[in-house]
C-alpha cells in the first residue's frame, strides 16, 4: 500500500526567512503529487500538482515553489516566507479512484 | 462560482439521529466524485467514492444526481465518533487527477 512522509510536522519560522518541506511517497511509481495548503477554520487549496519528474503545474500565483527532483519525492520551497503563508501543508497522492494525504505540517510564520 | 460547493454547516445532531450533507459541482463532464472526512488538526482521509448506481459503506450511504449535479451524503444512527469535517471531492477530468474539494461541511453529534 502506499504511504506517505512529509516533515517537519511542525514549524514556525519568522516573516522573510526560506522554507522547505519535504514530501515522499512509498508503494507506487510515477504518482501524481500535489500540495495542499488549509488557512486556519478553511477548505484545503491547491498549491501545486506534478505529474513527473521536473513537471511542475502551480494553480495559484505566490512567493512559493516547488520541485520534483525524484519519482517519489516533492518539494515545497519558499525564498522568504510571508504572515500569509501560516496554514496546514499537505502533500497528497492521487491516482484518479481518489487520493491519500500525508500527516501534513503546521507552519507558523510570525 | 466554485467549481465545488457545500454547506458549511455546523450541523449539531443528537447520538442516533439520521443527518444528510449535499455538494454540488460546476463541471458536468467530471466522472470521479469522493467523500472525505477531516478531524480536527488532522489530514483529510478518504471515507468513501461515490458511484453512479450509489453505494453503502455501513452507516453511511453516498449518491450522485448527475442531472442536478449534486452528491450526498447519508448517515444513519449518528456517533459520536461521527463528529468531524465531511469533505466532498471531484476529480478533474484531464490526467492530472487532481482532486478539487469543497469546503467542508461540520459534523457535531452530541451525547
Known amino acids: 500500500s502506499q504511504t506517505i512522509h512529509q516533515w517537519p510536522a511542525t514549524l514556525v519560522q519568522p516573516v522573510g526567512s526560506p522554507l522547505s518541506l519535504e514530501c515522499t511517497v512509498e508503494g507506487t511509481s510515477n504518482p501524481n503529487l500535489y500540495w495542499y495548503r488549509q488557512a486556519a477554520g478553511r477548505g484545503l487549496q491547491l498549491l501545486f500538482y506534478s505529474v513527473g519528474i521536473g513537471q511542475i503545474s502551480s494553480e495559484v500565483p505566490q512567493n512559493l515553489s516547488a520541485s520534483r527532483p525524484q519519482d517519489r519525492q516533492f518539494i515545497l520551497s519558499s525564498k522568504k516566507l510571508l504572515l500569509s503563508d501560516s496554514g496546514f501543508y499537505l502533500c497528497a497522492w492521487s491516482s484518479g479512484q481518489g487520493g491519500n494525504f500525508g500527516p501534513g505540517t503546521r507552519l507558523t510564520v510570525t | ?111
Open chain 2, 1 to 111: 462560482r466554485k467549481e465545488v460547493e457545500q454547506d458549511p454547516g455546523p450541523f449539531n445532531v443528537p447520538e442516533g439521529a439520521t443527518v444528510a450533507f449535499n455538494c454540488t459541482y460546476s463541471n458536468s463532464a467530471s466522472q470521479s466524485f469522493f467523500w472525505y472526512r477531516q478531524d480536527c488538526r488532522k489530514e483529510p482521509k478518504l471515507l468513501m467514492s461515490v458511484y453512479s448506481s450509489g453505494n453503502e459503506d455501513g452507516r453511511f450511504t453516498a449518491q450522485l444526481n448527475r442531472a442536478s449535479q449534486y452528491i450526498s451524503l447519508l448517515i444513519r444512527d449518528s456517533k459520536l465518533s461521527d463528529s468531524a469535517t465531511y469533505l466532498c471531492v471531484v476529480n478533474s477530468m484531464d490526467s492530472s487527477y487532481k482532486l478539487i474539494f469543497g469546503s467542508g461541511t461540520r459534523l457535531l453529534v452530541r451525547p
